[in-house]
């Protein structure tokens, strides 16, 4: 059991952390590190948090887990902070769904203070919705988290941090960072893009047909409601694995229009069935 659990940025995916870690007693104790001590109130309200503070210092001291919950680009900066305060034999970890900055910045750190161990973590899991109000124990339950341990992590950091995960509910997989980070260009970030281009093209196309949208477009567009200084980040971050997925939509997309324009029905009904059993393929 982790006697002092520290998590920074108590948002949907550090309040889950919190919420899972209490229901499965992972830890004897849940400390919250946030920028408002009223917004972290709820949190040590209902039990998620032992005590909640504003100092990432005060916050981190005597943790053996700490907890990276703020978006990708605020953890890179806050990881120096955590560094220099984390007790010697500390792991750091992070949620963030990009991991090659963050990794080579721990590793950059490890140097100057090999006694803190930093291993990265991505959780599959979360919403088009932010904030601790919308937090879920049970988040990462069946969920599936990715470690990417960096040069410096040691076996037992990265043992410690996939048992954690596991003691939530997750099914834990191992990447390396920049395998890591393209898979989720493809699989995460790709359909976030495609979801706001999606919105705009109807909004260029036919403004009116927003009107009568139901469950398809919905559904297909549902995630174009995540929140824009995120995804912000998330997008500058892995511009570059951002922008290689982006170019094979755009070769598959012109591929499809082709098979359309070309009138030939049978081909595009191939086409189709292969997707078709792609997309089954993943149930």
Known sequence: MIDRLAIVGVGLL???VAKAARAHAVAREIVGVGRDLGRLGP???????????????????????????APVLVNETLLAHVWGAAPAGAVVTDVGSTKRSIVGAADRLAAGRPEVQFVGSHP???SEQSGYGVA???LFAGATVVVTPGDAGDARAVKGVSEFWAALGARVVTLDPDTHDRAVAAISHLPHVVAWALVDAVARFEPEALAIAARGFKDTTRIAAA?????????????????????????????LDALVAAGDAAAL???????KTARERLA
Do not use: H, K, Q
């Open 14 to 16: 550090g309040g889950s």
């Open 43 to 69: 949190a040590v309200s209902d039990g998620a948090l032992d005590r909640a503070t504003t100092d990432v210092a005060e916050g981190v001291a005597g943790a053996d887990l700490v907890v990276l919950g």
């Open 124 to 126: 599959m899991a979360g």
């Open 136 to 138: 879920r124990g049970d």
């Open 227 to 255: 929140d824009p200084d995120m995804w912000r980040e998330i997008l500058l971050d892995n511009r570059e694995a951002v922008r290689g997925s982006v170019a094979a939509f755009r070769r598959a997309l012109d591929d």
């Open 269 to 275: 009904t191939a086409f189709l069935a292969r997707m």
